[in-house]
């Protein structure tokens, strides 16, 4: 089973630009569809991007335009650039990854295995 290690996250200003990484071991990255998903205090578990085995790349609407995902199977990491970052953006976020997606890749329940997330904070 792979397990997932995020790191990364931190305060930031509105405007500002974070870099997540996610580390995963116990299996090979291109095994896997690999995403990012958050969860803001009081709101729901949300889809951010998700990268396919061959790079397709796939966005939630609020975050398309200023978040980038890609993968580097050598190193067995996944990146979330996380650009023009808003208030709106903090949140825990959280490391995904699926052998197979068989409806939805913006589905949480796609993913079993999961990261255990790192915060973060955007200021205004």
């Known amino acids: 089973q792979v397990q997932l290690v995020e790191s990364g996250g931190g305060l930031m200003q509105a405007g500002g630009s974070l870099r997540l990484s996610c580390s995963a071991s116990?299996?090979?990255?291109?095994?896997?569809?690999m995403g990012w998903f958050r969860q803001a205090p009081g709101k729901e578990r949300e889809f951010v991007a998700a990268?396919?085995?061959?790079?397709?790349?796939y966005y939630a609407d609020s975050v398309k335009g200023r978040f980038t995902v890609s993968r580097d199977n050598a190193r067995n990491t996944v990146y979330l650039q996380m650009n023009s970052l808003k208030p709106d953006d903090t949140a825990v976020y959280c490391c995904?990854?699926?052998?197979?997606?068989?409806?939805?890749?913006?589905?949480?329940?796609?993913?079993?295995?999961w990261g255990q997330g790192t915060q973060v904070t955007v200021s205004s």
């Open positions: 995904v990854a699926a052998q197979l997606i068989r409806r939805s890749i913006t589905n949480r329940y796609e993913y079993a295995y």
């Open positions: 116990g299996g090979s990255t291109s095994s896997y569809v």
């Open positions: 990268i396919g085995k061959l790079g397709d790349s």
